[in-house]
């Protein structure tokens, strides 16, 4: 254990120590760390420092750090019924109990009480207590200083448990503490002296310094019952993985193809013999006539044909279930043969690696332990105080040197980091960034104290539970005696393009299910496999059954809050094959096309039904119940308890059976009620789950099998006898030429629609905006859903009656809401209080639906802004401190970062809000913080936060505003679907004239005032572009500032920010663009020149003339002036330089074979020589010549031009000699 007071300077150092010495776990007290991990590959429990007020960093924080392949079992145990911050636990092996403390001096002797009171030395066979105990024994440990209040209580506590303090036995009189004020014995190890089976060895390492007043203290013991050991699938891993960067090699490439073709041809011939030998089977079921008949004679004539030449021989001797799963097991196996062949498996790097440590620093430090250790002699032996001295002083300096290696190579592959990312795509950074970000924030794993097969199996016991047990057998399954789809021809979502579209699709860097497959493996091979896919798919859709490997997913429970030791406060999600979530994109276009329509208020995964429509459904339904009753509504946002592992499945297929195609009704019914599920939790599975309810939360089908079971809720709703209704003119079907012309809106109907029936529509129609119209009735409008989150509106005198009604409604469906997670806004009734389950919902003065904030009034602005803001403000210092700079990743990074990952947080629901002025301002300071981070430079710094806007092409947040209302408002007056609600809510606010104040901050938009008064060819898009514009313009006549970096071509990101250069050579550039060069206060020039400003840089200073003579001869005419601008008041404005950098073409590609070829290296050659000509008293290093990495790029452009005009050339030839022979 060691006492580290602040981990961040000596964790190098302990590190190496520990991992050099075969050091198993290491107790760290003093951390001050508040999240996330430590930077090692070490395994890490944290109890993490507590922080009060506005302090910078936390007090305490305890660590246990785990060897890697520490072959026992580590367990993090808590204590749910205390919070204590002095105390961390892990339970190793199951009979291995440690308990670590920090027991700072500031703790009450009361805290300190109950810190010690809590152990428990008979939880397991051995336990052992380590830790700062910051108590003084004196005498009792031999310590020279006295004690204090605390050590009667640990000498009387230590007597009751009969335990040793092994500080007494094994190192009586040596301090663990020491500094200049004196020494004390501090540091103990504690335990009962039976749970050894030979006498333990304590050492205190005061000849070892590792940056801390706290000497390292060791603790060797053999216990009498051993820790059980890991299962050893548990220490290898399972899972296969393979060098997937060797596909970027062409001949690699072509062998993977190759392979997989050889190894898939036969069996996709023996699917297309086994589908003609069941058409042959059932000539009843499958039908031929016409052209259909002839295709299908001409396909099967040359399916024997290619047999016939290449020896395949196919007998059918199994069922269509047995072919179907041994189908996709080789399948599988031709994959990962092909791979194994080519890009060959790799194993997973060591986790013992290190980037950094190298052999000189292994030897500044072994130079740094050697003076330390003659220091430490020479005073222990009382020596000459002058030889002393300078024993400290050469040590001194050693720590001084090695600190430097360190610094030194940290720097090293620091920059060799940021130079890769700044090399790298777009994508790839985000997903390092990603990465990076996760370990930054505290995440947990389930565990138990028997280790991890253990920890597997409980938390499938409560998966289980959850699932209502295990299904039954379903081995007489009828659909796989016969086939269901009794059409020749392959479906047109199993064609291959179709296929290959869904693929492309799909997302990169997904985690694989247990057939180690991923996306990246397969698009090289993509034209092979999905003509095979588009045979195997219609293979399996006809008999409605799937390879068992489709039907088994890994449940990978993700830690949500609480307690992490409860099985109840992890999410289970399923890593399913991706063959299945191929196979379920494809199904999800014929199932929307066969269901019928959702109910109107259903809002979640539905095509032009999105979050921010949602809310703004919300905000109007309170403003029209505000307008019809002159009263502001209740509002109930409801929570489901497990919402989609609860659901009862046999719900679903009872409304869908109807509907749907048998083929696609048993295939759905066949997928989800067939799932093998297993719990994976550190490599360790559990026993098989076969889930009686519920849906994978993973599947790309779980939100509409789930938006169906929910369906009627909102159907009841609706026809419930309130007092005060809410009505909607709602789109029920589209309009027929018998209709005729009339508009009129039938009256409400109190019947309970069941789903599906009444007019048909489907879901994919739902979407759509028919020819002639639709055909509305009056609808009370009362719930909102979006896949789970339900929200409930009406008077706080019908609210009663309707979660009544939804509380009947779970008990009928057999799922449970969840009271204490339920909220109730603008309720006050104290004489009905409302209960679900006899239990109060608790009342709120806000809630966030959708992830806007609601009150009694609307939209909670005040408080939906400052969430906004600190979230941006936050993840933005994330960003920074992971590098996301200008003096790290670069500018143009570190603006993009902010466009993806930070501007989202504050734009969202940014349209729905009406900004005011001041609202507009304090957004817009928060994004100009944001954006000085990008800078990594301090608050009292204030740079031009509107220059680095128009290098960025970022508008202001207003700005902003102004563009997404308007894209929301043209959304909805001519891009609405009629039977979308909130189109439906628009129809009937015009026409009874409800909210006008609330549509009014809609159509009062500056932009949309712009459109309606422009020519009929504007686009949306066009429009918002010169708003912007015009924005921009506005911002120039502003400040000069502005005005000197106002491009040509505004659109996109400054040129400087990503043509070739240096990094310094950038770094001045961005100076010269903010004004920040020359540097203030002016300063003398290197000719001598005193206060040296930006003119006498272009007119007068000798040292740069030259280069700017070069500069207006290479210049193709006189289009940039040489002479500086002036305003009327003769106040100078642009420079040259200025002018060319707002001249470059938007894309490199336009400087090849132009004057910019010279000028781009010219320009970079000017701006070094100013910034050495301002800094005349400075050292500036050798760099490379000016233009150097352009003139590198130049060069592979124009070799890769000469490349492709070959190959034109290779091509033609190629083509004259074909036509020629």
Not at 825 to 848: A, D, F, K, M, T
Request: proline fraction near 5%.
């Amino acid at each position: 254990m060691l006492n580290v007071s602040g981990i961040s300077t000596s964790l190098d150092l302990v590190i190496h120590y520990i991992e050099t010495h075969h050091i198993d776990i290491l107790l760290l007290t003093e951390t001050f760390l508040l999240k996330g991990d430590l930077f090692t590959q070490w395994a890490q429990h944290h109890q993490y420092a507590t922080i009060s007020g506005d302090a910078s960093k936390g007090n305490g924080g305890l660590t246990f750090l785990i060897r890697p392949h520490f072959p026992h079992y580590v367990h993090r145990s808590t204590d749910p019924t205390t919070t204590q911050h002095n105390k961390l636990s892990i339970v190793i092996g199951n009979s291995l109990t440690v308990h670590g403390f920090y027991l700072p001096p500031a703790l009450s002797f009361a805290d300190y009480q109950t810190v010690l009171g809590s152990v428990d030395f008979n939880s397991s066979s051995a336990v052992i207590c380590l830790g700062d105990f910051n108590t003084r024994l004196g005498l009792f440990t031999g310590d020279t200083r006295s004690t204090n209040p605390r050590s009667n209580y640990l000498l009387n506590w230590l007597t009751v448990h009969q335990a040793n303090l092994w500080n007494r036995i094994s190192t009586f009189g040596q301090p663990t503490f020491e500094s200049n004020r004196g020494t004390s014995i501090i540091d103990f190890v504690i335990s009962r002296p039976n749970i050894f089976s030979a006498n333990p060895l304590l050492s205190i390492e005061s000849d070892i310094n590792l940056n801390s007043d706290h000497h390292l203290v060791q603790f060797s013991f053999k216990l009498r019952q051993q820790p059980q050991l890991l299962p050893t699938s548990t220490l290898a891993g399972n899972r296969r993985l393979w060098n997937l960067q060797r596909l970027e090699e062409k001949d690699v490439f072509e062998l993977y193809r190759k392979n997989f073709f050889s190894n898939i041809f036969k069996l996709q011939q023996e699917v297309k013999h086994f589908m003609a030998f069941q058409q042959q089977q059932h000539p009843n079921l499958f039908v031929l006539s016409g052209d259909t008949a002839t295709k299908h004679r001409k396909e099967a004539t040359i399916n024997q044909r290619i047999n016939a030449t290449n020896g395949f021989y196919f007998e059918v001797v199994e069922s269509p279930k047995d072919f179907i799963n041994r189908v996709g097991i080789e399948m599988i196996q031709a994959i990962h043969s092909a791979l194994d062949n080519s890009v060959t498996p790799r194993t997973p790097r060591p986790k013992t690696w290190k980037f950094f440590w190298d052999a000189e620093l292994q030897h500044l430090a072994d130079i740094r332990q050697q003076c330390y250790t003659d220091w430490k002699q020479h005073k222990h032996h009382r020596r000459s105080l002058i030889g002393s001295t300078h024993l400290w002083s050469l040590y001194q300096q050693a720590c001084n040197n090695l600190k430097k290696a360190i610094k030194a190579a940290k720097q090293r592959h620091w920059k060799k980091f940021c130079n890769d990312m700044s090399d790298s795509s777009s994508n790839q950074v985000y997903s390092v960034l990603k990465r990076l970000r996760k370990k930054h924030t505290t995440n947990h794993c389930f565990s138990h104290s028997e280790g991890p097969e253990v920890a597997a199996n409980v938390m499938a016991d409560y998966q289980r539970h959850i699932f209502g047990g295990d299904q039954l057998d379903f081995s007489t399954w009828r659909a796989s005696r016969s086939p269901l789809h009794q059409h020749t021809t392959k479906p047109t979502f199993f064609s291959a393009s179709a296929i290959k579209q869904q693929l492309s699709a799909m997302g990169n860097r997904k985690a694989p299910g247990d057939d180690h497959i991923v996306k990246e493996m397969l698009m090289p091979i993509w034209y092979p496999l999905c003509n095979f896919l588009s045979e195997f798919f219609t293979l399996c859709y006809t008999f409605a059954w799937t390879p068992a490997s489709f039907r088994s997913g890994l449940i990978v429970p993700v830690f949500k809050k609480g307690d992490p030791n409860s099985a109840a406060n992890y999410r289970p999600i399923s890593l399913t094959n991706t063959f299945r979530k191929l196979y379920e994109r494809c199904l999800k276009f014929c199932l929307l096309t066969h269901m019928p329509s959702l109910g109107v208020a259903q809002g979640g995964f539905r095509t032009a039904r999105s979050g921010i429509s949602q809310t703004w459904n919300l905000l109007a339904l309170q403003k029209q119940f505000e307008q019809q009753y002159d009263v502001s509504p209740a509002l109930i946002f409801m929570d489901i308890s497990k919402a989609y592992d609860s659901v009862t499945r046999s719900k679903i297929w009872q409304l869908l059976h109807p509907h749907l195609p048998k083929a696609l009704f048993y295939t759905l019914r066949h997928l989800f009620d067939h799932v093998t599920l297993n719990v994976v939790i550190n490599n360790a599975t559990s026993l098989p789950i076969h889930p009686k309810r519920g849906l994978l939360q993973g599947s790309i089908l779980s939100p509409f099998l789930y938006a169906i079971f929910i369906n009627q809720l909102p159907a009841l709703l609706c026809t419930a006898p309130v007092r005060f209704p809410l009505y909607v003119d709602i789109a029920t079907r589209a309009r027929t030429d018998g209709d005729g012309p009339s508009a009129d809106i039938t009256e409400p109907s109190f019947a309970l629609v069941k789903y599906g029936a009444g007019p048909r529509l489907s879901e994919t129609a739902s979407s759509c905006s028919p020819r002639l119209g639709v055909v509305r009735q009056k609808t009370a409008i009362h719930s909102l859903l979006y896949a789970d989150d339900v929200c409930l509106i009406a008077h706080r005198r019908d609210m009663p009656l309707l979660v009544q009604l939804c509380e009947e409604y779970s008990l009928r469906f057999d799922f449970k809401w969840s009271p204490t997670k339920c909220a109730l806004v603008n309720y006050h009734s104290r004489r009905r209080p409302i209960q679900l389950y006899g239990i109060n919902v608790p009342i709120v003065p806000s809630y966030e639906y959708l992830g806007v904030p609601f009150n009694a009034s609307g939209i909670d602005n005040i408080a939906f802004l400052n969430a906004s803001t600190k979230k941006a403000k936050s993840t933005m210092a994330l960003f920074r401190r992971l590098g996301v700079h200008q003096y790290g990743f670069g500018l143009m990074l570190a603006l993009q970062v902010y466009r993806v990952f930070v501007r989202p947080i504050m734009k969202y629901a940014l349209a729905l809000l009406g900004l005011n002025a001041t609202s507009a301002m304090a957004i817009d300071r928060t994004q100009a913080s944001c954006l000085k981070m990008t800078l990594n430079q301090s608050e009292r710094h204030n740079p031009p936060f509107m220059v680095l806007n128009m290098m960025g092409n970022l508008p202001t947040m207003y700005t902003r505003a102004q563009i997404l209302t308007f894209k929301f408002w043209y959304s909805l007056q001519l891009k609405a679907r009629p039977f979308t609600l909130v189109e439906c809510i628009l129809y009937t606010h015009q026409r009874l004239k409800i909210a006008p104040a609330l549509w009014r901050r809609l159509s009062s938009n500056k932009i949309w005032k712009l459109y309606k008064s422009s020519p009929t060819h504007t686009t949306p898009r066009l429009i918002c572009e010169e708003f912007q514009d015009a924005q921009m313009l506005k911002w120039t006549s502003q400040k000069s500032s502005c005005l000197r970096a106002l491009r040509e071509d505004t659109t996109g990101y400054d040129p400087l920010l990503f043509y070739p250069c240096t990094r310094l050579e950038r770094l001045r550039l961005i100076r010269w663009r903010f004004h920040h060069h020359p540097s203030f206060p002016l300063s003398a020039c290197r000719c001598g020149a005193p206060s040296a400003n930006r003119f006498h840089y272009l007119a007068t200073c000798p040292l740069v003339q030259d280069i700017i003579n070069r500069i207006h001869l290479n210049l193709p005419d006189d289009s940039i002036p040489l002479d500086e601008s002036y305003d009327d008041q003769g106040i100078a404005t642009t420079h040259i330089l200025d002018r060319i950098l707002n001249s470059l073409p938007s894309n490199l590609s336009f400087c090849l074979g132009t004057h910019w070829e010279r000028t781009w290296p010219l320009v970079l050659e000017l701006i070094t020589q100013i910034d050495i000509a301002n800094h005349p008293a400075g050292s500036f290093a050798e760099e490379p010549p000016s233009g150097e990495l352009f003139e590198h790029y130049l060069t592979q452009q124009h070799h890769f031009q000469q490349q492709q005009q070959q190959q034109r050339q290779q091509q033609q030839q190629q083509l004259i000699q074909h036509l020629q022979h």
